[in-house]
């Protein structure tokens, strides 16, 4: 058990609401919405953090209140019509039954939205300043606009009591409405709703004391609330702190949900959802500031990943709940294994940022390392044992393979892993190499110590061979042999050019000047970056993509393009590299520009490339012709969650898994892993 | 050699000087035992009970250790029919009587080989528990008297003599005077003293099939609290103490001693006996482990218990009141209310608490509990299960008395697989919460009385306003305070140990669980539910109720090893060379069982906080829970 664990699970009791413990998980956008509706995907996926033991789930991040916050843009759920009451009660029955406690976050975003995605209204704001993030100019509003979003946050409040939610926060962080007119970088005004901090509170007490009239004193009503805009024009933390004892003091809010920083622009969102590059809970002085001044709870999320953490900042007395969030996407049923002793057992969460980043670009909220979130209808958390023990090799200790591994010992089959290295990982290994990227080995450290513990027997340094596979008489093979860096077609690149990989392995250390050309728009090149020009080398990155890093996603790559600007990295998009060739001991690089077509070269020391990997096949090769599927995966009977029709009386079945199929990503391996391995 | 008086006369004489020495050497200890306290004793029905007593609750006992048993049957036997048969020759229809002598001579064959038998486990190598000192000569002394007794019998039975005869006469009054002149300080007292504490026995209910385990109600208002010295002690509690034989099968069952922690309950007992008399032979069987010699003055008045004292403070506070001592004593001595009275005297005359205990003694006078946690979170490990209040109620069939358990994280799941098995049979069930205090368990163990006795009454008024048939606990301790020692103070319950209620539930087919093959299971008794309560089987069908593959461990049942958890030794936590849970696990390791399944609070703690530990440990109520949801 962790220090203070017993801080962690005490109950909490908010106006007659006895929550379980001090676990939640805050109010976000997974894009599960359907029809501005919470449906099954949606519920399930809460559920289950429910049925993990957690005490209360918020849902629904940037639920909007009002058309002219559109409910479209992220999936999201719209609480503008009564239509939603139905959902929201077979949502919180899926809850309540497991014990958790249910609400959701109600909010006007004003100007950060889209005029241009549902209804064509646009968007409104105190004062018509643009915001950068959603690149919106917002109608300045009319007292009549104020009183119809007022009235529209009061129906909205009393949708959710009706719906059997256990209450609502409204949010006035991130730069929605509520905060837009607190914040003087937004709010120009010069009637009774700007000018001083008590005129610019006002639209929020108006907001609040209009949902109480309509929801009852007895509902519970939150708000979520910067501690520190951390924007020179922007709220100070003092500003922050009046704000929040004056809402309390009137009685207005039950809780306050407390996060540090805004996220006006690129980097704000960045820093506000704090990546990997953090340290964990890098704004938990925030919550604990404000907790010393009001005596109603004080809840706070951002990057609190473990436990340990959690338990002290509760026990400490910084914050009353905390938001594992991003936690529990990574594992929904960790405050189940803290409960029950197997706090060894968590997947922490490593902080890579897929699952958000993945929403900002229209997609649906996804975990690096674990396939079955937001899959709770097809994939399970749980895997349940097979009706028959196999005797299944793997070969590739990737996360692939590793998962495969693990799966299929859930699924009580005997199973050899080959790992060809001295380490389980794969490529996590070398991403891991690379500066602020060090917590992605946390992924392996898990997947390996839970096939461990379920009796995998792990070869490492063992280089599987056909004749070593088919000694173990396998029923089932599965090749997640991974991939091998690629070169590219330029010209010269084949005997020339060094991959980040060979930089990330060590079996390369350029020094002097380097060109890096990133075909991927990866993390792979902006983080072998950042790592040479920390060494010292004078480094330029060219790129296809119309901006570095393109690929990355929008809570990591300001973080890439902060480092690469601040160690004086060069970038050029919209480059192809076309040719190399040595000059001395020097290289000559020719690049293409890819509008104009003009040709020019760079003379550097070392030119490394990312052109993302190709299949490792040769063993899947060897092995397809005797096996009873050739190979193939069924694919139709495994989308269906059906197991392979492959009859193993005769041979046994061959698969072939991540990137050793093609080079992609951790979840696309991990999931084929899971969702092949969960059915054989 | 019928010169002055024929030897039919001199032999019975010889016993008949035999008894009066021996009464004599009984007149002088007894003497030492008037010291002691007053006593009420039932004479005439303990007198009467007393060959019941022998023959059945002493044997059951002594059977354990079948050579023992077979030894002590012939010697002892032997030794009392030779010489009652020999001192009734006195009569002189029998003294003339050829085949009487031959019966006689029997009976002294079968002591003789009955000697040799008890010669046997000491010669030419003394078996370790056994005490060497005094305990040395004694085959020598009943060889003697047999091996003379028999030959001077079949010499009369043969009407044979001459020469040999007062050599063999020689012979056997040696041996006989000898074994009575060690009925006062040599091993043959434990005959004598042992008959006598069968009939005064300060538990009679013992022989009578019921568990008189409870700890005596101590009279706060008395001048003296507690023992300090021989003297305090009842006389007849020191008259158990002397009939100690020194057989080393309490220091083989005592976790303590096991674990190399300063406690030798036979060392123990022989520094009570030893303090009567400051000329009783030095001791001579296993020390206290640590290697602490006897030291500090001997008397009925004299300081037992100190650092300068017979006995050290850490040997008293190494006891975990786990009656495993008392369960294999032969001579029916009762270990842990000595234990218990000389705690008494250093907690409630002398504040002399072990350092580590007094915070959680403090806090439970206090505060109702011995963390200082508020009542109100002990029903913290519920939040999010339907558990009510019998306060919002009034009534319910079953009351769930939580215990300290509940507070521990670890223990929460068991209450709350608990909580979700009476809940899914549909048991009317309530709990006091913030009403509930502790029950003062730990108080009263560390010899806290007052704290103890003050806890007592305030928990039996708040059951006073609430009506329940049945009280239902997971924790021994609680069950052995609220069902065996309440009720001095007023409080009469039907206590139930969960495993039985849920056995109960399963044969009434309220819960049906599945079965659960694949699981191999060794089941850890409670001290408080087993040797305290005489409970073993509820459990165990529960577990087999389930289809687990159940393997015992060599120590199991009444029989079985403390996990070290009670008694307050853990918050006394005197150090050792070893743990006790750490044996206990390895114990549990032979069977090979991946499951150690447990039924108390204190032995999950204890058993769970084994370091390297292969086997899982799980409550009967998980294991139960398991089950029944793998049939949904």
Not at chain 1, 82 to 100: E, L, N, T, W
Not at chain 1, 575 to 596: H, Q, S, W
Not at chain 2, 208 to 216: F, N, Q, V, Y
Not at chain 2, 472 to 481: I, K, M, Q, R, Y
Request: neutral net charge; proline residues 6%.
């Amino acid at each position: 058990m962790i220090a203070n664990a017993d801080a962690l699970l005490k109950p909490l009791t908010i106006k007659g609401l006895t929550i379980r413990n001090r676990v939640m998980s805050t109010s976000h956008a997974p894009g599960y919405g359907r029809d501005g509706k919470p449906q099954e995907r949606y519920q399930l996926y809460h559920a289950e953090k429910a049925k993990g033991g957690i005490g209360l789930t918020m849902f629904g991040g940037s639920s909007s209140v009002a058309p002219d916050s559109p409910a479209a843009p992220w999936n999201q759920i719209s609480v503008a019509d009564d239509s939603v009451i139905p959902y929201f009660r077979q949502f919180a029955d899926r809850v309540h039954a497991h014990g958790g406690k249910l609400m959701i976050q109600l909010t006007h975003m004003g100007r950060r939205t889209k005029w241009d995605t549902e209804h064509w209204l646009p968007t409104i704001s105190p004062s018509p300043r643009r915001e950068p993030a959603s690149r919106t100019v917002p109608k300045e509003m009319e007292e009549e606009d104020i009183a119809r979003v007022v009235k529209s946050f009061a129906e909205a409040a009393r949708r959710c009591r009706e719906g059997g939610l256990d209450g609502c926060e409204v949010s006035a962080a991130h730069g929605h409405l509520i905060d837009q007119f607190w914040s003087p970088s937004v709010n120009q005004r010069t009637d009774k709703y700007g000018g001083s901090l008590e005129n610019r509170m006002r639209f929020g007490i108006e907001v609040l004391e209009a949902m109480r009239a309509a929801a009852g004193d007895d509902y519970i009503i939150g708000i979520r609330m910067s501690g520190d805009e951390m924007i020179a024009d922007g709220l100070s933390q003092e500003d922050c702190l009046t704000i929040a004892t004056e809402y309390a003091r009137r009685g207005l809010v039950d809780f306050l949900n407390v996060l540090g920083g805004q996220a006006r622009d690129h980097i704000a969102h960045a820093i506000s959802l704090p990546n990997m590059s953090f340290p964990v809970a890098p704004f938990l002085f925030l919550p604990s500031a404000i907790k010393r001044e009001v005596d109603i709870p004080v809840f706070h999320a951002q990057r609190v990943t473990d436990l340990a953490t959690a338990a002290r900042a509760v026990a400490e007395g910084h914050v009353d709940m905390v938001a594992m969030t991003r936690a529990h996407i990574a594992d929904p049923h960790l405050v189940k294994k803290l409960s029950e002793g197997r706090a060894d057992d968590i997947r922490q969460c490593v902080g890579a940022g897929y699952c958000i980043d993945r929403i900002y670009v229209g997609g649906d909220a996804l975990c690096i390392q674990n396939a079955a979130t937001g899959r709770e209808a097809t994939m399970p958390h749980e895997i349940r044992k097979a009706d028959l023990r196999r005797r299944v090799v793997v070969i590739g200790a990737g996360p692939g393979g590793l998962e495969a591994a693990r799966v299929c010992a859930e699924r009580g089959h005997a199973v050899v892993l080959f790992e060809k290295s001295g380490q389980a990982g794969g490529q996590i290994g070398l991403a891991a190499k690379a500066g602020w990227r060090e917590a992605m080995s946390g992924i392996p450290r898990w997947l390996v110590a839970q096939a461990t513990k379920l009796g995998v027997d792990l070869r490492l340094n063992t280089e599987a061979t056909e004749a070593a596979v088919l000694a173990e008489k396998p029923d089932v093979v599965i090749v997640a042999t991974g991939g091998t860096p690629f070169r590219g077609h330029a010209k010269g690149a084949e005997q020339h050019a060094v991959t980040t990989a060979e930089v990330l392995a060590g079996a390369v250390e350029p020094t002097g000047s380097v060109l890096l050309y990133d075909e991927m728009g990866q993390h792979n090149a902006a983080s072998v970056a950042e790592l040479l020009a920390k060494r010292g080398c004078l480094v330029e990155i060219a790129t296809h993509d119309r901006m570095v890093a393109e690929e990355v996603g929008t809570t990591n790559q300001p973080i890439h393009l902060r480092e690469l600007y601040k160690l004086g990295v060069v970038m050029t998009p919209n480059m192809e590299l076309i040719e190399i060739y040595p000059e001395g001991n020097r290289f000559v690089a020719a690049l293409r520009n890819t509008m104009t077509d003009a040709e020019e070269e760079r003379v550097v020391d070392r030119i490394v490339v990312d052109h993302g990997t190709l299949p490792v096949d040769r063993l899947y090769r060897a092995l397809k012709a005797d096996s009873v599927n050739h190979g193939q995966t069924d694919q139709d009977a495994m989308l269906r969650g059906e197991p392979q029709p492959f009859d193993l009386s005769t041979g046994y079945a061959l698969y072939r898994i991540g990137d050793a199929v093609a080079g992609r990503n951790i979840h696309a391996a991990i999931y084929d892993a899971l969702r092949l391995c969960k059915d054989l | 050699m019928t010169s002055f008086m024929p030897l039919t006369t001199v032999f019975p004489g010889l016993v008949w000087a035999m008894a009066a020495l021996a009464l004599v050497q009984v007149a002088r200890r007894a003497a030492l035992w008037r010291v002691g306290a007053a006593a009420p004793v039932a004479w005439l029905h303990g007198l009467a009970q007393l060959p019941r007593r022998y023959l059945v609750d002493v044997h059951h006992v002594v059977a354990r250790d079948a050579y023992a048993s077979r030894m002590h049957a012939v010697v002892a036997g032997g030794l009392l029919a030779a010489s009652l048969l020999t001192a009734l020759a006195i009569l002189p229809p029998l003294a003339g009587s050829r085949a009487y002598w031959l019966l006689v001579t029997v009976a002294f064959a079968v002591t003789a080989a009955g000697s040799v038998l008890v010669g046997a486990r000491r010669y030419p190598v003394k078996q370790k528990r056994l005490s060497a000192g005094r305990f040395q000569i004694l085959p020598v002394l009943l060889l003697a008297y047999a091996v003379g007794g028999t030959l001077t019998a079949l010499m009369l039975a043969l009407g044979a003599g001459g020469i040999a005869l007062p050599f063999t006469l020689g012979l056997a009054a040696a041996g006989g005077l000898g074994l009575a002149f060690e009925v006062r300080q040599g091993p043959m007292r434990h005959a004598v003293a042992g008959a006598l504490h069968l009939a005064a026995h300060p538990r009679p209910g013992r022989f009578e099939g019921r568990p008189d385990t409870a700890l005596r109600p101590l009279d706060l208002g008395a001048p003296r609290l507690g023992a300090e010295m021989p003297a305090d002690f009842t006389w007849n509690r020191l008259l158990s103490y002397d009939s100690c034989v020194s057989c080393g099968r309490c220091e083989i069952a005592c976790p303590a001693f096991a674990a190399g922690q300063p406690l030798n309950p036979k060392r123990l007992i022989q520094d009570l006996v030893a303090g009567l008399n400051p000329a009783e032979p030095a001791y001579a069987g296993n020390p206290y482990p640590g290697g602490r010699e006897g030291q500090g003055e001997r008397g009925p008045l004299a300081r037992l218990i100190g650092p300068d004292a017979r006995i050290h403070p850490d040997t008293l506070w190494s006891c975990t009141t786990c009656r495993a001592c008392v369960e294999e004593c032969p001579m029916m001595i009762e270990h842990v209310d000595a234990v218990v009275s000389l705690r008494r005297y250093q907690a409630l005359e002398r504040a002399a608490l072990p350092e580590k205990a007094i915070g959680p003694v403090t806090e439970l006078r206090q505060a109702g509990d011995p963390g200082g946690r508020p009542l109100a979170a002990r029903t913290d490990f519920a939040a999010g299960l339907d558990l009510p209040l019998i306060a919002g109620r009034g009534e319910a069939e079953i009351l769930l008395w939580l215990g300290e358990g509940a507070y521990d994280l670890r223990y929460g799941r068991t209450l709350r697989a608990l909580v979700r098995l009476l809940r899914r049979a549909g048991v009317d069930v309530a709990v006091l919460g913030a009403e509930e205090r502790d029950t003062g368990d730990l108080a009263r163990r560390l010899g806290d009385e007052a704290t103890f006795q003050a806890l007592a009454r305030a928990n039996v008024a708040t059951l006073a306003r609430y009506r329940f048939s049945r009280i239902v606990t997971a924790d021994p301790h609680a069950l052995h305070a609220l069902r065996n020692e309440y009720p001095a103070f007023g409080g009469h319950y039907t206590v139930v140990h969960h495993t039985a209620l849920l056995l109960e539930l399963i044969r009434a087919g309220k819960l049906v669980p599945q079965t659960l093959p694949d699981l191999s299971v060794t089941y850890h008794d409670p001290c408080y539910l087993a040797r305290y309560n005489g409970e073993t089987e509820a459990p165990r069908a529960v577990l087999d109720a389930i289809g687990l593959a159940r393997v015992e461990m060599a120590r199991s049942g009444k029989r079985a090893m403390c996990c070290g958890g009670g008694g307050g030794a853990p918050v006394s936590d005197v150090p050792g060379e070893r743990r006790i849970p750490d044996l206990r696990m390895a114990q549990a390791a032979e069977t090979g069982a991946g499951i150690v399944a447990v039924a108390c609070p204190s032995c999950t703690a204890m058993l769970e906080g084994v370091t390297d530990r292969k086997a899982e440990i799980r409550d009967v109520a998980e294991l139960l829970l398991q089950a029944v949801e793998a049939g949904r």
